[in-house]
Every structure is written in structure tokens, then in C-alpha cells.
């Protein structure tokens, strides 16, 4: 004993190297190569990789597609002394091993070294979200010991496998990894996990390649310059960004510090010059003088789909913006909140790239000046470009700022042109771009007619906005319907019930579930989710059409295809839904269920969204209130409220701050105090002013849209 005592390893570093060693006697070649890969992105990583996103990598690095890895098994059984996988739950694997949440019975040993075995004889399936649990080290440590140059991969003797991370190779090999899938793009949508990674993380991937280059090898270090030269000499927006028309991705690198780090990386002129290609090396020589040239392809290729194509003018507009403030010498990190730039700034930098000025090129700077509030600018650019061409496009545009300005009758006679000619664009040749536009297009035109006090025909464009199946803009359009439904002089709820029945069937090849339980999934996946105004639309009308049996199995059939673990806020409003229109025992029953996923919620760990942290405590709340147990009531509210003020404290950011204002206002609403939420749902909407000039009232602000 006194012998062992004297072998262990003292100090941390120590300890690591003892445990890497372990790992390197214990394993074989294989199962080496699969956990240096691992701890070799981990560490490199500057934010947590989700499994997905290291599934891809050990595909790509492995040059495999096979999908049964077993990764989450490996990391939480065989590595167990090395990583965390955090799931959204909180739920660790101590838990789903002892089943006291998910039913798992099989007893598993505790993870450590000593007790791990590759091929042991235990086998447990874990099957978490992929895509939202993430993968960190146990400890902080390991990665500090794992990125320090000095030591390297460690074996246990000479005939076993090194087990750890030369961190200047792997830094490298990560980067070129990642600008591998930005420049060898497919087009395929949506991204992988990966691509999507690559995107948001390579320049800070580049970072760490720049505080090596002394040691980098040149073979390496060519292959990330001609990589690096690839991605901005010929930049395509739609095969490497993966823009989806707004290019969001491109924004957040320019700015001078990354391409301080490209001018780094392109400075070592020995490794520049075993490029073959003669004109990459002259765009090298010239990028070097004068740095900011590094983004000049990529701003005209932006500016050619804003001006020429039709991608979304100002993310485009602010992109183009952010180039031309490196060429003039400054630094433009501001633009990555998307500031409203003046009339003057939109017209410099829509005349940067040169472009003919023809009626496509004028109405895409009317629509950008549009987007950005320039109204009186914007219509003089858009009748300019209907006076060169009357394009379908331009009337839209210009329709929607009259509508702003109050010139009703003239927005409307604007878009109804225009779908005319949108609708036999679409008949002559189908497209789905054109469909999602047509569809667009049909509830602006119902939205307009709102305005105008003509429920009749809004409720006419909303039924041909859903004729079209959009997979976009279907939601809003049920949405619009139901609700003009509903506030109509006489609730019509046959009618509602035709609109609900005519979605609740499949119709789109890529979507199995029926089109209504799509929308009723939408509304709890986005902001708006929260406030849970369509469920009981769709339950009062079904309860009033004597649907109530097609409503609650519609409803428990939702909740049981969601195959779910936990319950989630889905769950909660479709049982509450439930248990609102039920009577006697069969609503006691219904809250009996509610109570209990409200309390599976509330004593899960869940670390969702904080738009939705605290509402099963709400719920539970008001439903102790509803039954007279005040003190009940209280005592769940109480952490709630107290949450969200925390949440809301300004040490955030304004957005934040009203964010957790509007929460708060709803929290008070629910429990009954409604003179304080008022007061700060008050706060919630932003100061404008009125047509006369005068500042808003907070009562004109809540009465606002």
C-alpha cells in the first residue's frame, strides 16, 4: 500500500496525464483514434459541440457514414471520467441509469476508469436529443491540460496507442475541417450540424491557429490558405453560407479583427510561395498592402443579390455596409445589430459595386429604404423603377408603404395588380419560391382589409393563402382567419371548424403529421407560442360544434406522437384547453393529469427557453387560486415572479429588459393582479409617435399592433 501511495500521481496535470495513460493501455487502435478525435475538438472548441455536431465530425474525420457509432454510450459509460453530456432536461446518466425519471432499470457501473471496459458486456441506449445535448469536459482542467503545447498525447508503453492532443495539429486540422465545409458546398438544405458549426465557429477556430504559427507545418498551413482563398475570391453565397436569403453569417466575420487574423496567417511569404496558381499568389501580394481587398468579392457577391437577385435587402444593404467601413479605415463590429442607416449611407453603399442602375436595381434600394423607415425615399425609388418596368415586385413594395402611410385604397389597388400577376406567374410555371410570395402576398391583402373594416373579403384572402399549402406562411394565414372569426359580430364557429377540419389532414410529401398539428406545434416553438390564445380557439369552437371527442383525441394523439420523456408547455396548454371545456369528473380527471405534468415540469431540470421558464408553476398557481387555496397560489408564484425580475434586471440588455417586462406582465395577469400588469406591459411597447407629431400615451402605445 505504501508502495501505491508513493506511485500515484501528485498534482493535477498529473493525475490527467495518469488518466490519459490508462486510456491508452486499455484501449485498442481503433477506439484511440475515436477518443482523440473527441478530445481533440472539445478542446479546441470555444462553446460546448452538440452530439450531432461531433457525430458529423468522427463521420468526416473516420471517412464513414456509419450511423450506429455508439457515441453517447462511449462518452457516458466508456469516458465517463472525462466528459458531461448536458442535456436540456438536466437529466444526467446517473439518472436515465437508475430509471427514477425514464424507466431505465438496467444497473450500470459508475463510469470510472478503473470499471470501463470496450467490450463489456452491459449495453445501455440513451437515445437524447442530439441536436440540444451538449458534450464538455468533467472539469475545466482537462481542457487547459489538453491545449497546453508542452505535452502532447502520453501511451502507457511502447506497444500501445498515444492517447491525447498535439494542440498546434489540431487546431489546424479543426479549421481546415470547418473552412472544408464552408467552400466545398452542396447547396443541400437544410445544413448539417456541422456546416452550421463550421459557419458560426471558424474564425474563432482561426484564432487559435494564429497563436501557433511559428509551430504550424507548411503543408497544413498551405491547405488553410488555399482554403481561406477559396471561400473569398470566389465566395458563393447560397452553396458556402447557406444564407437562406439573408446573410447573417457573412455579417458577423467582417470586421477587422478577422481579417487581421487572414493577414497573419498570409503573411508567411515562404508557404505563399509554393502555391501554384500565379494569380492566387498576386491576389495574396495585393490582400497583404491592403487588407480590407480580402472582402471586396464577397461585398460585390452580396451587393449582385441584393441589387440583381432579390435576397432580403437590409441584412444584404448592412453586409455591403460593413466592407465599405473596412475600406475606409474603420472597424464596423456595430452593423452586427443592424442599425438604421440614413438615406444617404443606403444610396452610397448601393452605388459601391457599380451596378447599372436599371428598374431592378431601383426597386431593391426602394425596398431596402422601405425596410429601414425611409417611406417618402423609398416610394420616389420605387416609382422610378415602375416607370422603367412594371414590375410585379416594385407595386408590391410601394403598396405596403402607402399602406403605412394611411393611403389605404391606393396600397389596395396596388396589391390586387399584383396578385393578378403573381397568380398567373404561378399557373404558368410552378415554383415554390413564387407559391411562398403568392401566399405572402394573399394575407397582406387580407391584413389590409381588416384595416379597412372588410372582414368579409380578408376572410376570402386568408382561405386562398391556405389553398396554396405554403409551408411558410400557412400559419399565419389559419391564424388571421380564426381570429377574424372570432371577433366578428357573431362568432362563427361552423365556419371555424371548416378551416380547422380542411388543414387537419397531410399534405405536404416531406411531413407526415397532419397540416394542424403543424400549426398547433408552430405556435408553441416561437415567441408568440406564449400566449395561447389558438388551442382555445380551436377547443370553444370544436365545444361548440359538439367536436369535443375529434378535439381531445386530436389533442392526446399530439401529445403521445411527440413521444416525449418529460412533458413540455405543448402538453400543458392542450390539457388545460381540455380541461376548461370539460364538466364534473371527467374535468377533475383532466386536471388531475394537468397537475402532474405541471409537477413532472416544474421538478424536472429544465433549462428551456425563459420565454417559458416559470409557466407550470403558473399554471399550477392559478389553478390552486381557481380552487380557493390562495396560500398555494402564492407559494407558486412567488419564485416565478421573482425569477423574472432577476431575469429582467438590465445587466442584459434592453432587449432582454422588455423581454422579461412582457413576461412579468403576464405572470401578473395570470394570478389576477391586473393594475401591475398593466403598468408594465405598458413599458413593454416601444415610444412612437402619433400623425400629428406628439408623442405616443402608454394607452396608445398598448392600443397599437
Known sequence: ???????????????????????????????????????????????????????QILAVELQTNDEKLGLEDA????????????????????????????????????????????????????????????????????????????????????????????????????????????????????????RVFALRDWVSHLNHVCKHLDKIDQQQKQETIVLLCRILRY??????????????????????????????????????????????????????????????????????????DSWDPEFC???????????????????????????????????????????????????????????????QYLNTALALEPIWGAKGDLGKVYGRQG??????????????????????????????????????????????????????WFMASIELWDYVHINEAVSLALRVLVVSQYPQYERIMHVLKKVDRSVWHFESRTCLFYLLQQHF?????WDTWFPFIVAVSAKRCNNLHWLEGMYQGAIAERNMQLASIDDICFMESLAHLQTGDSQALIVQELEKICDNEIQSFSTGTDL??????????VWHKLNGREQEARDYFRPNVIQTVIFGNGESGTYFMNDARRILGHHLAMIGDDEDAITVLQHVHSPFTTRDGTAASAEERMASP
Open 1 to 55: 500500500m505504501v508502495e501505491s501511495l508513493h506511485k500515484a500521481p501528485k498534482g493535477l496535470d498529473a493525475m490527467l496525464k495518469h488518466v490519459l495513460e490508462t486510456f491508452s493501455s486499455r484501449l485498442n487502435e481503433e477506439e484511440v483514434a475515436d477518443l482523440n478525435i473527441i478530445l481533440g475538438w472539445v478542446a479546441c472548441s470555444d462553446r460546448p459541440l452538440s452530439l450531432a455536431v461531433l457525430g
Open 75 to 194: 462518452l457516458r459509460i466508456q469516458y465517463a471520467s472525462l466528459f458531461v453530456l448536458n442535456r436540456e432536461d438536466g437529466l444526467t446518466t446517473a439518472d436515465l441509469i437508475s430509471g427514477e425519471r425514464n424507466g431505465f432499470a438496467q444497473p450500470q457501473d459508475d463510469g470510472s476508469v478503473d470499471n470501463s471496459d470496450s467490450s463489456s458486456e452491459q449495453e445501455q441506449e440513451f437515445n437524447s436529443d442530439t441536436y440540444r445535448t451538449k458534450v464538455v469536459f468533467c472539469h475545466a482542467s482537462i481542457r487547459d491540460y489538453l491545449r497546453n503545447p508542452s505535452y502532447g498525447k502520453v501511451a502507457a508503453g511502447d506497444e500501445s496507442t498515444p492517447v491525447g492532443v498535439d494542440i498546434v495539429q489540431m487546431s489546424v486540422k479543426a479549421l481546415n475541417v470547418c473552412l472544408s465545409e464552408i467552400a466545398n458546398g452542396n447547396g443541400s438544405f437544410p445544413p448539417s450540424s456541422l
Open 235 to 308: 465566395p458563393n453565397l447560397e452553396e458556402m453560407f447557406h444564407t437562406g436569403a439573408a446573410p447573417y453569417h457573412v455579417i458577423l466575420f467582417i470586421n477587422r479583427q478577422t481579417i487581421d487574423l487572414i493577414v497573419s496567417l498570409l503573411a508567411d511569404q515562404e508557404c505563399v510561395n509554393t502555391i501554384d496558381d500565379i494569380e492566387t499568389r498576386e491576389w495574396i501580394r495585393v490582400c497583404i498592402q491592403e487588407p480590407a481587398q480580402l472582402l471586396v468579392p464577397l461585398g460585390r457577391e452580396v451587393a449582385s443579390r441584393w441589387l440583381i
Open 317 to 379: 444593404m448592412v453586409a455591403v455596409w460593413a466592407i465599405v467601413i473596412l475600406l475606409n479605415g474603420d472597424n464596423p463590429l456595430h452593423l452586427q445589430a443592424l442599425p438604421t442607416a440614413s438615406v444617404d449611407t443606403v444610396l452610397e453603399v448601393a452605388r459601391w459595386a457599380q451596378f447599372e442602375e436599371t428598374a431592378r436595381w431601383n426597386h431593391h434600394v426602394g425596398a431596402c429604404l422601405s425596410e429601414l423607415g425611409h417611406d417618402d425615399t423609398a416610394i
Open 407 to 460: 393611403r389605404l385604397n391606393d396600397s389596395l389597388q396596388l396589391l390586387i395588380e399584383c396578385e393578378v400577376q403573381y397568380t398567373q406567374l404561378l399557373a404558368d410555371h410552378e415554383d415554390e419560391n413564387k407559391t411562398q410570395d403568392l401566399s405572402k402576398l394573399r394575407n397582406n391583402l387580407g391584413l389590409l382589409h381588416i384595416q379597412l373594416g372588410d372582414y368579409s373579403n380578408a376572410i376570402h
Open 525 to 529: 416553438e416561437h415567441y408568440a407560442g
Open 612 to 621: 417559458f421558464d416559470g409557466q407550470p408553476g403558473i399554471y399550477m398557481g
